[in-house]
């Protein structure tokens, strides 16, 4: 992590960037030319090749010790979870380290071309999910840490998540290196194609699935695709009470799984729980306010009957995340959504904080400016104990995401290729494509330059994991295992 006095001109970079390169001053006076210009011109603050070099910044914090701090705002019970997962593999603790990962990343150089970033741009935070008309794209699909902050970061971090990844499940440090590479070109080969393209074509463009199966899926893998795509427009409220509920006296409830759901009436009980009980209900009609119109007529033809507290993710664990059930016509007729907490991005104390003072709408209206199509349920609230943001949407709306795991080795490049063209689209969709496609240029330089930052940040997460590991060892932290 940087020392504190590196870090005012490492804002103060990025606020001159972001007020050079805003999209409403650029529209009113650059020429596509002048924009190209800025790009280049970048290139003598900071060298493509400047962007391979990695070492541990003077003075880096403990991993450990962020990882404590960031737990002490969260639900103590749950945070034995957290260090548990984290604990499985370097890829789970890179998933829950974006903190330790946005502090290394400050203190390299930046280029000063800013994008909303994704904030948490790693393989697993790709994946499928249906829009509104129901068709199934791929894109990012988690914005906990979204902020405007340098285009690079994000690259960097989706780079350094293909290498631990990929030796995660057995590959060599070359062939990961080698995927590394390929999602660096993807995302320049892409940027560079958005560059040219008309300003409604970047903002329309996207991975439809059926399509993709169809015309870049392998055909002997064919059947098993449309296979999982069928799974996942199972995924839907109507899965989640199969699961999760059971009918007691006529009405839906949530089943007690502690501790992965937990229905807050086993959580709460007397005076707390009606405080509870109020305090949520305030938290709806703030939550109702934030939609638009019709998305509010649309919701409130469901009737509030349950809420839990369900544990999600890897860095997620130990925030709070609840889940609520609604019915609509019938029980047959369900609607649940998920409350999440949303925190101070991880970015911010080195991007600067965000232009929303609500960090639930911090999280919507960055989500709404990146993805392709957001939930029509995705709003934010306040809950009055401790002043605590919230962000909302479906818990599952044909959500899936691909098994790293399971895929071969072309599947991986497959893969990692549209996390490079997903993760580029983002950053024209919200930054300036034309800038950062001249910055990075038709060579291979730029590819290779991240692909040796990835190969050098694996080894960091590598040890900072031995780290987490060593401090459950020795009893510095409680884990629990499995769940």
Known sequence: MTDEADAPTTQATARESEERLRPEARASYLTAEER???????????????????EPPAGRRDPVDILIEQGAARQQDLLPIRYGRMSLSPFAFLRGSAAVMAGDLAASPVTGLRVQAVGDAHLANFGIFATPERRLVFDVNDFDETLPAPWEWDVKRLAASVVVAAEDVGAGRAVAAAAARRVAQSYRTSMRGFADARTLDVWYAHVD????????????RLAQN???????????????????????????????????????????????????????RRGFAGYRKSLAPERRLLLDRFRGVDIARKVVGVGSVGTRCLISLFVGRDRHDPLVLQLKEATTSVLEPYAGKSAYRHHGARVV??????????????????????????YWRQLKDMKASIEIEALDAR?????????????????????????????LGEGAGFDKAIAAFAAAYA??????????KAAIADGHLQAVAGV
């Not at 190209?36 to 990695?54: I, Q």
């Not at 839907?236 to 009470?241: E, F, G, P, R």
């Not at 006529?250 to 305090?279: C, H, I, Q, S």
């Not at 599947?411 to 496609?437: K, M, Q």
């Open 36 to 54: 190209a210009a800025l790009g280049r011109e970048a290139r003598a603050t900071v060298r493509r090749a400047d962007l391979a070099s990695y």
């Open 209 to 220: 699935m059926d399509e993709w199966i169809r015309t870049k899926g392998r055909q002997s």
């Open 226 to 280: 449309e296979k999982m795509l069928a799974r996942a427009r199972t995924r839907t409220s109507l899965q989640v009470v199969g699961k999760l509920t059971e009918e007691v006296d006529g009405e839906l409830r949530f089943k007690n799984l502690a501790p992965l759901v937990t229905p807050l009436r086993d959580l709460f009980a007397g005076a707390e729980a009606e405080r509870v009980r109020g305090m949520l």
């Open 365 to 390: 209206h960055g989500q709404r400016l990146v993805q392709v199509a957001s939930d029509v349920f995705l709003g934010w609230c306040t809950l009055d104990h401790e002043d605590q943001h919230y």
């Open 411 to 439: 599947g991986f490049d497959r893969y990692v290729e549209a996390c490079g063209w997903c993760l580029a689209r983002a950053h024209a969709r919200s930054g300036d494509p034309v800038a950062i496609a001249a910055y």
């Open 459 to 468: 080894d960091q997460t590598k040890a900072d994991w031995e780290a987490l």
